[in-house]
């Protein structure tokens, strides 16, 4: 029993350190990237952009690696919660945390690395079949990033929220961060879903990231100080499920 409660011990300060790496490389990743302008509706110059940025996939790596981290730094939180009712609410958003990372991680495949091949595919040979991949490359990545963003930064949020309010775990008030954040995050995805990327929703979805990014770095920082105590009871419970 006593090995358990040390695993999970370790467990928690894992997670506690890879959710406040995961809310300073994601911020980080978002702030490197460049800001949309009006090119984003015109494919062809904006796929040149693409081509021409040398950080472009260093970026999205940025963001896969900030949210591989995100999901460790997540189920740390959600692993704490235990023998009380938020418990249910805290493996509820464990799952819906898990697929979304699933859908985050195809996003950056194709608004990242899937869009720079075909950017520089159209750049060195502008031919009506280059550009007009490029044109369908630059859609399906402006579709993907409302639902990403309805998902990651909606949902997700929400759910982590609800879950810290009903916790005897930690401080209610924490709480609080990530609702702001899934209700900015959620307007914007459901804008994009029903509709298409407009500017005007760029800054609050720049909102919903940054205040769940630092909610992230709190919530890393709360977890690295909880007592080995408070990781024992949470085996103790486990071992009775």
Avoid: C
Avoid at 97 to 115: P, R, Y
Avoid at 117 to 137: F, R
Avoid at 177 to 190: D, K, N, Y
């Amino acid at each position: 029993m006593q090995n358990e409660a040390t695993q999970n011990n370790t467990f928690l300060k894992v997670g506690g350190v890879a959710a406040i790496l995961s809310g300073i490389i994601t911020q980080v990743s978002g702030a490197l990237h460049p800001v949309e302008t009006a090119t984003i509706f015109d494919p062809a110059t904006h796929m040149k952009e693409i081509a021409a940025n040398p950080t472009w996939n260093a970026v999205y790596l940025g963001f896969t690696v900030g949210f591989l981290l995100m999901l460790v730094g997540l189920n740390a939180i959600s692993r704490a919660i235990v023998d009380e009712p938020a418990a249910s609410w805290a493996r509820v958003a464990r799952s819906v945390a898990t697929a979304t990372t699933a859908v985050a991680l195809v996003f950056f495949v194709v608004d990242g690395f899937a869009a720079k091949t075909v950017a520089l595919a159209m750049t060195a040979n502008p031919t009506d079949a280059t550009i007009a991949a490029a044109g369908a490359v630059d859609r399906v990545g402006r579709a993907f990033f409302g639902h990403w963003t309805l998902l990651s930064w909606g949902v997700t949020p929400l759910l982590f929220g609800v879950t810290v309010l009903q916790s005897t775990t930690f401080k209610k008030w924490l709480g609080a961060f990530p609702i702001i954040s899934g209700l900015a995050g959620l307007t914007v995805g459901l804008i994009q879903d029903f509709g298409d990327f407009s500017l005007g929703l760029l800054p609050p979805f720049y909102a919903a990231v940054l205040v769940f990014n630092v909610w992230m770095v709190t919530m890393g920082v709360t977890l690295l100080r909880r007592s080995p105590s408070s990781a024992t009871r949470a085996v103790q419970v486990l071992g009775t499920t």
